[in-house]
């Protein structure tokens, strides 16, 4: 089973939640997998602390073209959307940060002018923290597009029969290529305005792509009661509540998970595992 947690913004709780998830579930008896696909900045890793044992490169492919061959008929040019081709009379020039490596200017390339090359855009960490198997994606500084390397980490766990993904903030095209084909979305808000604001983005993109979901509400006891509302009048289930406890804060801030340092809250987490994946938390 893949679960995916996401968010419509940043700082709701996602990776809170999805850390101390991955960590109840890999210490229920269950082999589990915490995939960080918030990748251009991860952060799973500051409570699963894991021991890292592998890195793999991430590439994409870019055009280079070969100007003895190259007849500058400009088709590479008309074929890409992203604009990452410009001919000129003498020359093409290639802008690589704005390829996405379709392979379009390659195929319908007449003279054969054009060959792939791999660029390389981030890094696939694999490593151990807790008792938790643990990849995290990072994308290089200065690289734009980051599905390239969320679509690889996704792929390499994909044998894994059970996966907690942290899908980075927002909807755009990285949150889509983290929550695509996974079996439930967890989309973690708090009750504010800017919350309900991001929850209301959140929800319509996920019920495009026709995934099962439910809301956790973070730090309830701060603003209204809007979110509540909306999701009654949306029949949008909520999953779980978590107060707004300074103690949580706490422990966040010293790399802690909560279910850990704060055994109390445990019993909020082991009542989701069993809700969502009984025949994976029978002895939770």
């Excluded at 044998?159 to 942290?166: E, K, N, Q």
């Excluded at 929550?179 to 989309?187: A, E, I, P, S």
């Amino acid at each position: 089973m893949k679960i995916a947690i996401a968010s419509g913004k940043g700082g709701t709780g996602k990776t809170t939640v999805a850390t101390n998830l991955a960590y109840l579930l890999s210490h229920s008896g269950n082999r589990v997998v915490y995939a960080d696909c918030d990748v251009e900045e991860p952060n799973g890793h500051l409570f699963l602390k894991p021991d890292w044992t592998q890195t793999i490169n991430v590439y994409v492919k870019n055009p280079r073209i070969d100007h003895n061959k190259c007849d500058f008929c400009g088709r590479c040019a008309e074929v890409c959307q992203f604009n990452a081709l410009a001919v000129l009379a003498d020359r093409v020039l290639v802008f690589p940060s704005l390829c996405h490596g379709c392979g379009g200017c390659f195929h319908i390339c007449p003279q054969r002018a054009i060959e792939e090359i791999d660029r390389l855009v981030g890094i696939v960490k694999v490593g151990n923290g807790r008792g938790v198997i643990t990849y995290e994606g990072r994308l290089n500084i200065g690289e734009a597009l980051a599905p390239p390397i969320i679509g690889f980490l996704r792929k390499t766990i994909e044998p894994f029969d059970l996966a907690v993904i942290d899908a980075p903030p927002g909807t755009s095209c990285p949150v889509i290529e983290a929550v695509k084909n996974t079996d439930y979305v967890m989309l973690v808000t708090e009750p504010t305005p800017f919350g309900l604001n991001d929850l209301i983005l959140a929800v319509n993109m996920i019920r495009k792509l026709n995934l099962p979901f439910g809301v956790i509400v973070n730090r309830m006891g701060v603003g209204d009661d809007r979110v509540h509302e909306y999701c009654q009048q949306e029949n949008v289930e909520i999953i779980m509540e978590i107060p707004d406890d300074r103690r949580i804060a706490e422990q966040y801030s010293e790399g802690k998970l909560i279910i850990d340092a704060l055994p109390d809250y445990a019993e909020h987490f082991k009542k989701l595992c069993r809700r969502l994946i009984p025949h994976k938390t029978a002895g939770v």
